[in-house]
């Protein structure tokens, strides 16, 4: 596919938003991932406004989240073998009825077993439509440096969606309706997939391998399983905040302004990222992504000293920081371990490994913030970040031995 090329002086973000039909593609799959950052925190608060249980809410934003992770690399395989086109449109249509069967028994006030096989079926069908976009620009530019650019621009549009998803969840769920949330997500998932799969031109080709690496498992490839454990333990952290934020809100008498404070989270990721991705690296990506990890711990452990929302907020604007530049190295790394054949499903597990932890550290995060407050669930985000932060320095030579290959 051709490319325009970028002066030195020209903004690299237009440059390669100048790739004929990147800028469609981009922009329907951001609305596509718009419900990756409302469907927990709206199932949580469409719960827990039914139900009066952080814990319940807890529990079911913690099926819906685990069976994305377990089923998103499965969707990105297909994807791989089949096209994207082919496997999204079935899906689109599942993940359509498993919403409305999720909002219709939590209306109902069904009994909470209920409610797990709608949200298994609602997250297990939704996909990774980030590993897809990424997947397309991939095959869209040649030039690494450009497709450092578009990896960041990414992951800076996926910072946008969870600075604008929360907000617009915590707003619907609290001033309009519990489940409001969860039907403007479903809207968004059929919306802008529809959109992105109908953009053949720009549809990365079927990649055929040789016979001999056909069947290996992307999660065996050398410093995969590092990886996983890494963004797991990184969603941990998201997923903790998000419902420990929502109650700590709740405990100040502000529970409308949590979204705003998640909101600020992800704004200083997506600060971060946009200036990561503007300029071109020569160190190693495994150096950078130690470094990025490396942040974590001290970063996140911050939060224990907030004692107001607005000092919660700016101690995670600080922290956010850290996240935007670790991911887009992250997915650079990972697209250096495997072949063009397996591209989707091994940018699929960065993104469902952060889903999984995700799905942990809300369940976890609502336990303890039933039992012992809001700061209880901080914990546990800093407990996650400093695994991530210790994982990370110890599997640091393997990690450097991947990338020189």
Do not use: C
């Amino acid at each position: 596919m051709p490319q325009t090329a970028a002066t030195p002086r020209s903004n690299p973000y237009a440059a390669v938003l100048r790739t004929p039909g990147a800028l469609r593609f981009s922009a329907a799959g951001a609305l596509a991932r718009l419900p990756m950052s409302m469907v927990g925190i709206g199932a949580v608060l469409m719960v827990q406004g039914l139900y009066d249980s952080y814990a319940m809410a807890g529990r079911v934003a913690a099926v819906l989240g685990l069976a994305q992770a377990f089923l998103a690399p499965q969707i990105a395989r297909w994807v791989d073998r089949r096209g994207q086109r082919t496997v999204l449109l079935p899906t689109l249509a599942v993940s359509a009825v498993g919403l409305g069967g999720l909002i219709t028994a939590a209306v109902l006030g069904a009994p909470e077993w209920v409610l797990w096989p709608f949200a298994a079926i609602a997250g297990g069908s939704q996909g990774s439509y980030g590993s897809m976009v990424r997947a397309r620009w991939n095959h869209a530019l040649d030039d690494p440096r450009r497709l450092h650019t578009a990896y960041s621009l990414e992951s800076s549009i996926d910072e946008l969606v969870f600075i604008v998803g929360p907000v617009l969840a915590t707003t619907l769920a609290t001033a309009v309706a519990a489940p409001s949330a969860l039907v403007l997500a479903g809207l968004a998932t059929v919306v802008g997939g529809l959109l992105f799969v109908a953009q053949r031109a720009t549809e990365p080709p079927v990649v055929v391998p040789d016979a001999e690496v056909r069947h290996r498992p992307v999660i065996l490839i050398p410093g995969m399983p590092v990886m996983v454990l890494v963004f797991v333990a990184m969603g941990m952290i998201f997923g903790s905040v998000e419902v420990t934020t929502v109650a700590f809100a709740e405990e100040l008498g502000s529970k409308g302004l949590s979204g705003v404070v998640l909101a600020v989270f992800a704004l200083g990721s997506m600060v971060a990222g946009l200036a990561y991705g503007a300029r071109h690296f020569t160190s190693r990506a495994s150096r950078r992504f130690v470094i990025g990890m490396a942040a974590f711990g001290p970063g996140v452990s911050l939060v224990l000293l907030a004692d107001s929302l607005w000092m919660l907020a700016i101690v995670m604007f600080v922290a956010g920081m850290a996240i935007a530049p670790t991911v887009i190295t992250g997915n650079g790394l990972v697209q250096d371990m495997v072949g063009k054949h397996q591209l989707t499903e091994a940018l699929a597990w960065v993104g469902t490994s952060i889903g999984m932890g995700a799905s942990l550290g809300a369940a976890v995060a609502g336990a303890r913030v039933d039992t012992a407050g809001a700061h209880a669930g901080f914990l546990i985000a800093v407990g996650a970040a400093w695994f991530a932060t210790l994982l990370t320095l110890a599997a640091s030579r393997t990690l450097r031995r991947q990338s020189e290959r």
